[in-house]
């Protein structure tokens, strides 16, 4: 009977303990789903969306204008659980960028880049 409980404990802690794992990020990215790279619209309401990584817990996005190389205005940067966010911009040109993030380790930035155009 001791053996059966020792079991019954083992197998209770290994397999609770993958709940509290945190897997690394470093190597890793998101595919980024929308809107696509280069964009050129001249609707204002943008939503970025991003596929969903299995070991992230939040996702760190990034909004600045014109781009990450020469940075005017750094416009969003901000941590979310969810793998699409909305916003409404102003004519322009835009980059974005989103890395996968979990308490332990942070991916690599995904970025594009798009304009929104004066109609």
Known sequence: ???????FWSILLFSSCAEFIEYPLEDEQVALVAPMDHLETTDSVIAFWWEHHEDAKYYRFQLVSPDFTAIQSALIDSS???????FTLKPGKYSWRVRPENDGSVGEYHYRELEIVAE
């Open 1 to 7: 009977m001791r053996q059966h409980v020792l079991v």
């Open 80 to 86: 979310t659980y969810d793998n699409k966010v909305e």
